[in-house]
């Protein structure tokens, strides 16, 4: 069951999207990750380890394997297949490593029918639009395929970058939720935004 356009209408959803789901944006294919794509992110995630280290909770020990990626990329699939968890990669052409990952995590249905947005563009790529199109493109995502009707977002008041990507792509602050994450060893206070059905359009 998850919510219909109107608000308050709940409607039966017979089929979450597939994994062959492919999002054109107007410069990135958004894909999940495939077995095959396990090289792939290791390498991202190793080039990118010092960017995302303030700003996601920690990686456990050996997040640098090969074996670590593979088991990543199934767990990923597996939460796809539940309708638990969408991680998109995004791909430029001609660029072999992907430079984004957005994904909507902890996805309740029933009376909810909401998850969590998260993102990060690779190190090389920042402040050229991707976050704000990706973003863009999973709102899409997240209020049609999905019938979702609350996308949230939990940042850290110093995350300056990210609080700007929201407030270009329309979610509105919410209010601060004490000690919420653990980052880098320290349990810090984030601001929650949201979007839901009832915004509309940007
Ligand atoms: C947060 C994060 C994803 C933001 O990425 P980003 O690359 O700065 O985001 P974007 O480029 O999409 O948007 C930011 C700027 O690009 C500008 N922009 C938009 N389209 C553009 C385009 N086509 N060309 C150039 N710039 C563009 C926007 O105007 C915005 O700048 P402004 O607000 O100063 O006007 C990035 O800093 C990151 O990966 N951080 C680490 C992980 C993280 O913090 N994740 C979020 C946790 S809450």
């Known amino acids: 069951v998850s919510a219909g356009k109107k608000p308050g209408k709940l409607v039966l959803v017979k089929d979450t999207p597939p994994l062959s789901v492919r999002i054109r944006t107007e410069r990135l294919l958004l ?3 495939q077995t095959g794509d396990a090289g792939r992110l290791r390498s991202v995630l190793r080039r990118n380890a010092l960017h995302l280290a303030p700003w996601q909770p920690s990686s456990v020990p ?3 394997t090969l074996a670590h990626a593979a088991d990543l990329l199934v767990r990923d ?3 796809w297949r539940a309708d638990r968890q ?3 990669f995004g791909f430029l052409d001609g660029v072999d490593l992907p430079i984004v990952r957005i994904s909507l995590s ?3 249905r029933g009376g909810y029918q909401g998850g969590y947005l998260g993102y990060w563009v ?3 790529y920042l402040g050229r639009g991707f976050a704000i199109e990706s973003v863009n493109a999973m709102l899409q995502f997240a209020f049609g395929p999905l019938h979702l009707h609350r996308v949230q977002a939990a940042v850290m008041p110093r995350n300056e970058p990210s609080v700007k990507v929201l407030k270009h792509t329309g979610f509105r602050r919410e ?3 004490r000690k ?3 980052i880098a060893g320290i349990w810090e206070d984030h601001e929650l935004f949201a979007r839901v059905l009832e915004d509309g359009p940007l």
């Open 122 to 124: 690779d190190v090389d």
């Open 106 to 108: 902890g996805i309740h």
């Open 175 to 177: 209010g601060l939720a």
């Open 86 to 88: 969408y991680a998109f």
């Open 180 to 182: 919420y994450l653990c």
């Open 62 to 64: 050996g997040a640098d």
């Open 31 to 33: 894909r999940p990750l």
């Open 77 to 79: 699939r597996a939460l």
